[in-house]
């Protein structure tokens, strides 16, 4: 089986006033350019899929670790050490999987900010005699991460003893450099390498989202082929593939028509967490130098009775992608009942999932006629193989969009100076 992604940019051309074929075929060379660049040297991201080293040891060690009984999973981490394990969860575990009675491997909560309402929430329901702590930080000094872990280490030794505490935390990490590496050579922790050339907002194929989905049962071996089905066909394809002229649509959308707002509308709940993992891709890859666009995710149809009055009849600043899912995991039927109450009998025989689906093409449509540039992501699925494919898909337009902006979508220097203050007024030596 392979991944079916199609995308639909349709309607960025034919609206009034959208990016023409001719602005298309003047940026063509700019864009042969970006793709020689990603292709010529790939950056660490796209060798991911076929490094099969990282996936083993992740998968060896979330057997160990559900073959403990483990009872919770606790996944420490901020920004691109969160963001993609949290939507991995989201679009492919059981929607309410820590209630499940029968569910694979133990409960996993997230620990990402220092809100002490969200880790005390965590300590007040593991079971911390039976729990594993995963701490996932490339750095190995990101302070958020840092004093959680700090927080779940003395609640860890208080409940089993220094000496078994180090037995149940693992630390995903860069293989040589940052503080965890010390920590863990002095406490005899485990640890599982992110590689130095891969960025925390496109480590998510990397363990840092590869043992937490695995933990959760999910099949990382899918999730890594659907990724590279992706990484094949742009290396086949070029600046032709889709996926690549998006990223030329976004730009020229933004440099050429102003429209400066990227929204991602997933029509599924379990595509939230995807959004907002775009919404860091996109914004601290391109945001910098006063370039690139800004991203917001919302979810359909949700939003349609929040966010789309704003879409439709605002600021012509926007532009919408549309995630659409043709087979949706679970469905509904809706029942037949009050036929003689024309606003409410027509729905019964039809199914929550049609339903969805036809809001998703009103809403496109509904843009379209109003004059309001929109695209289509259609996924045949939401499962391992589409969600692995999308998410190297996202992370090629992120780095090739860096290119046409001419910026390093690698780094962040931006957020630096926060840390520094934050370094000082803590008392960080040296700050
Ligand atoms: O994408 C990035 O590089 C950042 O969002 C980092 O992932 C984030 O700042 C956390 O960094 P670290 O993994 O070093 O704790």
Not at 21 to 32: C, D, H, I, T, V
Not at 99 to 105: F, I, M, S, T, V
Not at 124 to 131: F, G, I, M, P, Q
Request: glycine content about 10%; proline content about 6%; charged content about 20%.
């Amino acid at each position: 089986m392979a991944a079916e992604v199609a995308f639909d940019y349709t309607n960025l051309t034919e609206v009034e006033g959208g990016v023409t074929e001719a602005e298309l075929s003047q940026l063509g060379p700019r864009l042969e350019e970006a793709a020689n660049v990603l292709l010529r040297e790939p950056p660490g991201f796209m060798r991911l899929p076929k490094t099969s080293d990282l996936s083993s040891r992740s998968k060896a060690l979330a057997e160990e670790i559900n073959a403990s009984g483990a009872a919770d999973f606790v996944h420490v981490g901020i920004g691109g050490s969160a963001l993609g394990p949290i939507a991995l969860h989201r679009a492919l575990d059981h929607p309410l999987h820590n209630l499940l009675a029968d569910r694979p491997g133990p409960r996993i909560h997230f620990a990402e900010n220092t809100d002490p309402a969200t880790l005390r929430a965590i300590l007040e329901v593991a079971n911390l005699s039976n729990t594993w702590v995963n701490v996932v930080t490339k750095s190995g000094s990101t302070a958020e991460t840092m004093a959680n872990f700090l927080v779940l280490r003395g609640a860890l030794i208080d409940a089993v003893g220094e000496e078994a505490y180090g037995k149940r935390v693992v630390f995903t990490t860069d293989p040589e450099e940052g503080y965890l590496v010390q920590i863990a050579e002095r406490e005899g922790i485990r640890r599982l390498p992110i590689p130095p050339d891969v960025g925390g907002r496109f480590s998510v194929l990397t363990p840092v989202g590869l043992l937490p989905a695995a933990v959760t049962g999910l099949d990382v071996g899918t999730l890594l082929r659907g990724a590279g089905q992706c990484v094949d066909e742009v290396t086949r394809e070029g600046a032709e593939h889709p996926i690549l002229v998006g990223a030329a649509y976004y730009y020229l959308m933004e440099v050429e028509r102003g429209r400066n707002v990227r929204v991602m509308m997933p029509y599924a709940d379990a595509l939230e967490r995807l959004a907002a993992w775009f919404v860091q891709l996109w914004a601290e890859s391109l945001g910098k130098e006063g370039k690139g666009s800004t991203p917001h995710g919302a979810v359909g149809t949700t939003d349609q009775h929040s966010q789309v009055q704003l879409y439709m009849e605002g600021p012509q600043d926007k532009v919408i992608e549309l995630i659409e899912v043709e087979n949706h995991p679970r469905d509904l039927r809706i029942p037949k009942a009050y036929e003689d109450l024309e606003g409410v009998g027509y729905l019964g025989g039809h199914t929550l999932a049609g339903l969805l689906n036809v809001e998703c093409d009103a809403t496109r449509k509904a843009l379209t006629e109003a004059g309001r540039p929109n695209a289509t992501i259609k996924l045949a699925a939401v499962d391992e193989e589409h969600l692995g494919y999308l998410m190297q898909a996202l992370e090629v337009q992120t780095a090739v969009a860096g290119t046409l902006y001419g910026v390093n979508a690698f780094d962040q220097p931006g957020v630096e100076a926060g840390k520094q203050i934050t370094y000082s007024r803590m008392g960080r030596p040296g700050y």
